[in-house]
């Protein structure tokens, strides 16, 4: 499990850009939730999350990216995601897919 560390650049107009290195998963999921709480208390309603650093996520992230995207857009902005590796692309993508299958599960015998 590699720590999670995240830093942002906030200019006064634009997109915060958080920058995410490490594993996102049930262990660091919330320190991401908390930190862009506060982001998007402050104000900053348009997130860029460069992923550049990241080595994992879980479900647990997935959870994460998903509730911060809806706050922001209830707020009128965005969350995007950058630089994700093509590894990391899949797990985010399997993720999302394992989410919603959760929420939506199929009828048996489907």
């Not at 590796?85 to 897919?97: G, I, K, N």
């Amino acid at each position: 499990m590699a720590p999670l560390l995240q830093s942002a650049t906030t200019p006064s107009d634009g997109s915060a850009i958080v920058t995410v290195r490490g594993d996102l998963d049930v262990d660091t999921a919330a320190q991401l939730w908390r930190y862009l709480g506060y982001l998007i208390g402050q104000g900053h309603h348009h997130i860029v999350l460069d992923l550049h650093g990241m080595i994992l996520i879980d479900s647990a992230g997935v959870e994460v990216i998903t509730r911060a995207t809806a706050w922001t857009r209830r707020k009128g902005g965005d969350l995007v995601l950058r630089s994700a590796s093509p590894a990391l692309t899949e797990q985010v993508d399997l993720a999302f897919r394992a989410q919603a299958h959760r929420r939506h599960p199929s009828v048996a015998g489907d």
